[in-house]
Structures are given as C-alpha cells and as structure tokens.
C-alpha cells in the first residue's frame, strides 16, 4: 500500500489515503474554483497565485481526477468496438488493428462481444452512450440500422467495421464481400466442381447475404451446362463446432456433393475435422473453401483454400477514421473506404476426378 506522507487530512480511496482538491485548496489557501483553475485553465490565474497552488498539489501528490477533468471537457479518450464474436480469430485480428490505432492515438478501447445477438449489441450500445465513450466503432450482428441510426441521432459518433453504412451518416470500412462470394465459386467451378454444399449462417447476417449474393452473381455468368448445381445448408452459429456437427449428419445421409464453399475458415475447419474422422479424403474427395484466411487456415491440417479479407488492416482504418472525427468534429466528412478480398488457394481444393481425367492429370 502506498501512502502520501503529509500531516493534511486526506480522505481513503480504497485504503488508500490520497488528497482531495479541498485539501489542496485549504492548504494554499484559496478557492476550490482556484484549484480547478489551476488544473484546467491556468492561464486565467495570477503567475504568484498559479505557483502557489502548483507546488502545493506537488508536496501533497495531488492526482486531478483526469476522468471528471476530462468529463468536463466532454473528452475522455475512450473508444467503444462492438463486435459480433471475439472467439473468432477475424474479429480478434480486427480488434488488434483497433487497438493499435488507438494507442497511437493515445486513446483506450472498451471491447464488447455480442455473441451476434442483436439483443446484447443495443445493450451495449446503450451502455456505451451512457459511459460518454467519444465514439462507437461497430460490426452489426445482424442489419439492425434501426438501433444504430438511433445511435447517430443522439450525437454519438459512429463508424461501422467489417460493414458498409448502407445509408446512415456514419464512416464505413468494409470488404467486398460479394465478389468475395463470386471468387470462392468461380475457384470451384473452375476445378470441375459441378456439385457445391453452400454451408453458412443465416442470411440476416450481412456478410452472409453479401457473400451468397456474389455466388448467385457468379452462377449466372456461367453457362448452364458448365453451371453448378448449389444445395445451401444454414448454420445457427458461423463456429467450428456447427460446421461440425451440421457435416458428420450430412455425411451419415450421404454426400451428394465434390466441393463445399463455407462461410467462413472456422466453419471449413469444422467440416474438414468431420471429413476427416469418417475417413473422407480432403481434396481428394471434397473440395473445401473458407472465408477470412485466419492465421490457421495455413497450418490447419489439410492448410485451406480462402478468401483473404485483411482484418487488421480493417480495424486500423476504422479507428482511424473514428478518431479523426472526434479530434476534429467540425471538419470531418464522412468516408466510405473498401477493401477487396482475395482468392489464397491452399491444398484443401484440388479438380474433381472427371476435371482431372478432362485435363489428364494423373
Ligand atoms: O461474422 C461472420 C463473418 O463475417 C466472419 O467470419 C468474418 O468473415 C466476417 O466478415
């Protein structure tokens, strides 16, 4: 325990003694509105007066309360990140980014996780805007610009991540996310896979719709007779553990499929460990493709075939963006920045063995 040595009263602050601004104040002898001046706006005072009160807050190790200092100032530094599920690596390299542009900003972040519950994403939106935060930066669970345009209108600043603003007044950094979905289908099509299992979330989650949106563009630019035929299965949660379970049912009813484009790598990941406890070759027997080309995705067992979206990359420029607007309110415009996904091909995809015997590779 650490205390000040100093015969003035001080009050206890978790067993600590520490002095308070009346403390400082009695002893130099003037106002608390002195003190404060002395701390805030030091130029208003008497250089004599100014002096005083400075080396008394030194002798007695005065700590201006820098939050209530800050709060008066309407600053405090202090960013919110909302994001729909932290356990995924994407979302962790994401909130790296975030944080790293923070801290060259000298402002801290509040991170929340909402297990993509729109329930849990507006608690914390609430709870943020009460906490004063100088900005929200946010990737929505679901489309929910409802809560979020609410948001904007109490004045808080807010910039979408990993999502395009779709109309609200807002920064936005996002990746293409549908011709994302168009390179992951061309890729198997081009290998001869002419039945593709589309396995991903439920279409209320934007990048999902995004996604499946580009693989229906990409089909119809395909003739119908190299055109392959997609049968969807949806998860409850974009995680490892679903894919899994979801693909060691399928395999037990049958495969009617070569290729299976997953919504995201911890999906793929949970398919290729099901393929792989029922003895089913990856690629040779099935062709699997993820999403977000995770630091795993390389080392995984079979390493995966991805679509590459720069996650730290996002972060950083979104907390840039969001810190910007809060160091220059006035002149700040809104930006829409995009980043373009990339194919990453790894041996988790390969031709199907028609494809092969077409092309008579052995
Ligand atoms: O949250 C679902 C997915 O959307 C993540 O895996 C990542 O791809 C994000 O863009």
New binding site residues.
Partial sequence: MYRFKCSIGFVQFRGVLVASIRDVAKEAGVSLGTVSNAINRPEVLAPRTLRKVQKVIEDMGFVPNASARNLRAGRNRVIGLVV??IS?P??TDLAKGVNDAAFAAKYVVILCNTD?STEKENQYLDVLSAQNVEGILI?PARDTNRALASVTEKGIRLALV?RPALGLQACSVA?N?SYGGSLALTHLQELGHRNILLLT?KED?P??ADRNAGIREALKKISAAERPEITELRLDS?SAASAYEVIKRKIDSGIDFTGIIC????IALGAIRAFREKNIAVPEEVSVIG??DIDFADSANVPLTSIS?PAYELGYAAAELIISECENPERHVHQRIEFQPRLIVRSSTAPTKSHRANLKIS
């Fill in positions: 729909p599920d995924n994407f979302f993509e990737t990993d990746v996310d979330g989650i990048q999902v974009m919504g995201n790598d911890l999403y977000d979206q």
